[in-house]
């Protein structure tokens, strides 16, 4: 069972997404803001994977995306946004993740970085 922290402002897509994780075997943690997220980060050590939403009303996400690798370097990063992004070493992002997105697309991520999960 691995930790995933969803960053999400929008509510039902928030608890939608939890609820998709817990049902396929992951501890979810959840956070709703820039703020709430770098809490997490520094309270949490065993965070596996973060799906974070790009635009969050306190910012935008990428922003903080460095801190979060110096604070848990083996956390996987994937940017969830109905907007294109080049992923790459310059952003320090693992993937992208268009939304909206399915279950199956998030089982892909899931097996993708959560391959012993």
Known sequence: MATILVVEDEKVVLDVTSELIDLLGHHCLTAASLKETMAIFRQQT?????LLDRSLPDGDSLEQV???????????????????????KTTGVDA?????????????ILHRFLPDH
């Open 46 to 50: 065993d965070i596996a994977l973060v």
């Open 66 to 88: 460095a801190e979060m690798k110096r604070l848990q370097p083996a956390a996987r990063i994937v940017i969830c946004s109905g907007d294109p992004l080049e992923v790459g």
């Open 96 to 108: 992208y993740l268009a939304k909206p997105f399915t279950l199956e697309d998030l089982q892909e």
